[in-house]
């Protein structure tokens, strides 16, 4: 059984960094490409970045240069470095494996991001 845990969320101002950590029960964590997804109210869920098992990195146009995705294989997460955050980065941020396939249907509960002033 799959298992994704988000912590790190939080009310945050416009400018404002908060840093995302996903911890991930995967057996061969190193194996897959790992990915944040976020679904605001009304919205589709969207991958806004993704890091893959070589460790190279994609991100949506609307994070680019703003969000940074990493990786701890030894501890089994991954983290997402959100800087200048707007208000239309609101949403629940969860995390997931990328694959040709899609992400696995098991999804954790995901950790609120609230950017307002």
């Known amino acids: 059984q799959v298992q994704f845990v988000e912590s790190g969320g939080g009310l945050v101002q416009p400018g404002g960094s908060l840093t995302l950590s996903c911890a991930a029960s995967?057996?061969?964590?190193?194996?897959?490409?790992m990915g944040w997804y976020r679904q605001a109210p009304g919205q589709q869920r969207e991958l806004v970045a993704a890091?893959?098992?070589?460790?190279?990195?994609h991100y949506a146009d609307t994070v680019k240069g703003r969000f940074t995705i990493s990786r701890d294989n030894a501890k089994n997460t991954a983290y997402l470095q959100m800087n200048s955050l707007k208000p239309e980065d609101t949403a629940v941020y969860y995390c997931?494996?990328?694959?040709?396939?899609?992400?696995?249907?098991?999804w954790g509960q995901g950790t609120q991001v609230t950017v307002s002033s």
């Open positions: 997931n494996v990328v694959r040709a396939l899609g992400p696995f249907g098991s």
């Open positions: 995967l057996s061969i964590f190193s194996a897959y490409n």
């Open positions: 890091i893959f098992s070589n460790g190279n990195t």
